[in-house]
């Protein structure tokens, strides 16, 4: 019973957490996460500040957070992509359509990192830096395995990964501008990174690393 009793306040804590979380989202989307107050947040997510504050200390780390979860949804869509064995035959068709419907499915926390990558604390844009050159290297690890780029050096592998992921990054910020249920504008939007990429994999075969 007490172990029961002790998953149940588990599990309400976690729900908590999160309500924080997706209040924070919610107000940043109308205001800009740096303009909201931790007592903005609190009153949003149905609790009290102490409440807030067993959770997070400050909204600085709210804000690490948020960026953490943003990220890890978006790695862990690439990652299941990538067990899928006909991706590598068409990688450019599979990285598009696994962007676009990433955003799709966490639009708030893709619309979280494109407003606050720029707009944001310094703590905040830090993060988000820190997560888009651990994304440059995942990917880097993935790309090498690519015709014409395994005898590059790791410096050419890294420079090519981090232009695919500007690619992406800028793309990701159309779908967060796309009205919803316009499938014309996201094949459009696929379309356009579909041939972003085609235009940087053209340059393989003639780089020298």
């Known amino acids: ?3 029961l009793v002790g998953d149940s306040r588990q ?6 957490r999160q309500a924080i979380m997706d209040a924070a989202l919610d107000l940043g989307q109308q205001h800009g996460f740096a303009q909201v107050s931790l007592r903005q947040v609190a009153r949003h997510a149905g609790v009290v500040p102490t409440a807030f504050y067993r959770h997070f200390d400050s909204m600085d780390e709210l804000g690490l957070a948020l ?43 893709f619309a979280f990192v494109s407003r606050e990558r720029v707009s944001g604390s310094s703590i905040v844009r830090r993060a988000i830096r820190h997560e888009l050159d651990l994304f440059v290297s995942e990917l880097a690890v993935v790309l090498a395995r690519l015709p014409n780029i395994e005898n590059w050096s790791t410096e050419d592998v890294q420079m090519v990964s981090r232009l ?13 501008e796309m009205p919803d249920r316009r499938p014309d504008l996201e094949e459009h939007i696929k379309e356009g990174a579909r041939r ?14």
């Open 67 to 109: 960026v953490e979860q943003s990220f890890s949804t978006l790695r862990r869509m690439i990652r299941e992509a990538q067990r899928d064995p006909q991706m590598f035959e068409n990688i450019i068709d599979a990285a598009a359509e696994v962007l676009v419907e990433s955003v799709k499915t966490s639009k708030p926390h």
């Open 1 to 3: 019973m007490t172990e």
């Open 11 to 16: 599990a309400q804590k976690e729900r908590t």
């Open 164 to 176: 695919f992921v500007r690619n992406m990054v800028s793309n990701a910020e159309e779908v967060v």
């Open 196 to 209: 972003q990429m085609r235009l940087i994999v053209l340059g393989f075969r003639e780089w020298e690393s």
